[in-house]
C-alpha cells in the first residue's frame, strides 16, 4: 500500500487515514479496520440496497475459491431460471447453458478455481459487456429485473439468493456506478468494524456498514 507523504492518505482503495499514537499506527479517524478481502463460503451475501436498474457499471476484483453448480458473484434477475438475457450479473455456474452472462461451461467465460479476476461489467442498449482480466465478452440483455436490488455473492430472486447458490470468492472491492457508468453508488471496501468486530463491507460514499444476510460468517483477511 502507498502513502501520499503529503495528505498522509493512502492510495488505493481504502482511503485510510494514516494517525499515529506514540509510536503506534492507529486508525482512528474511521470505524472500521481496512482488510486485503473478505472470504465468503457460498453461504453468506450483502444487500447493497441499489435497484439494478438504477445501475450501469459495476468494477469488482475477486478470486474464486469453489465452483459449485449455480453460484452467483452479483446481481439480480427477473426471470425464473435466471435466463442470461434477463440476469444483470455475473454467474459462476457450472451448469446449464443459459445460467448468467458469465459461466462455466459454455462459450463466454470459464470461471476456475484459485484464479484472481478483475471485470468491468456494463449493461448499455440491450447488451451486457464484461471485460475479464482485459478480455471483452458480450451478450444480449432485455431488462427485466423489476427494481430487484443488486446482491452481492448472490443473486436477487426468488431462490437464487438461497444458499448454495452464493459464491465462495475472497472480495477486494466492488464499486457500483449509475446507468451513466461514471458516477459511483456505492464503493465498497472490505473492513472489520471496530465496535463489533464483525467482518462485513463499507461503503465509501454512503458512509455505512453492509452486513451479511446470509448465515455464517465473513472470514476476514489481512489487515492493511
Not at 100 to 107: E, I, T
Not at 136 to 153: A, E, L, M, P
Not at 197 to 210: A, M, P, R, S, W
Request: glycine share 10%; proline share 3%; net charge negative.
Amino acid at each position: 500500500m502507498v502513502i501520499d507523504e503529503d495528505t498522509n492518505i493512502y492510495v488505493g482503495t481504502s482511503a485510510i487515514k494514516k494517525v499515529y499514537q506514540g509510536d503506534e499506527q492507529i486508525y482512528s479517524a474511521y470505524p472500521y479496520i481496512p482488510v486485503l478481502y473478505i472470504r465468503s463460503n457460498h453461504q453468506q451475501y450483502i444487500d447493497t440496497g441499489v435497484p439494478c436498474n438504477q445501475l450501469g457499471r459495476i468494477v469488482t476484483k475477486f478470486k474464486v475459491n469453489t465452483i459449485k453448480t449455480y453460484n452467483w458473484m452479483f446481481g439480480a434477475s427477473g426471470d425464473h431460471w435466471g435466463a442470461r438475457q434477463n440476469t444483470f450479473g455475473i454467474g459462476l455456474s457450472t451448469a446449464e447453458s443459459n445460467r448468467g452472462f458469465c459461466y462455466n461451461d459454455v462459450l463466454d467465460y470459464a470461471f476456475t478455481n484459485n484464479t484472481l479476476y478483475e471485470i468491468d461489467y456494463r449493461v448499455t442498449n440491450g447488451s451486457q459487456t464484461a471485460i475479464v482480466n482485459g478480455t471483452t465478452y458480450t451478450s444480449n440483455f432485455t431488462g427485466g429485473v423489476n427494481g430487484n436490488h443488486c446482491y452481492i455473492f448472490a443473486l436477487d430472486y426468488e431462490n437464487w439468493s438461497k444458499e448454495g447458490e452464493r459464491s465462495g470468492v475472497d472480495l477486494y472491492e466492488t464499486i457500483l456506478y449509475g446507468v451513466d457508468q461514471i458516477t459511483p453508488i456505492r464503493d465498497f471496501i472490505p473492513v472489520i468494524e471496530k465496535e463489533t468486530g464483525v467482518v462485513c463491507l463499507y461503503d465509501k460514499i454512503t458512509q455505512q456498514f453492509y452486513y451479511n444476510l446470509g448465515t455464517g460468517s465473513f472470514i476476514a483477511g489481512p489487515e492493511i
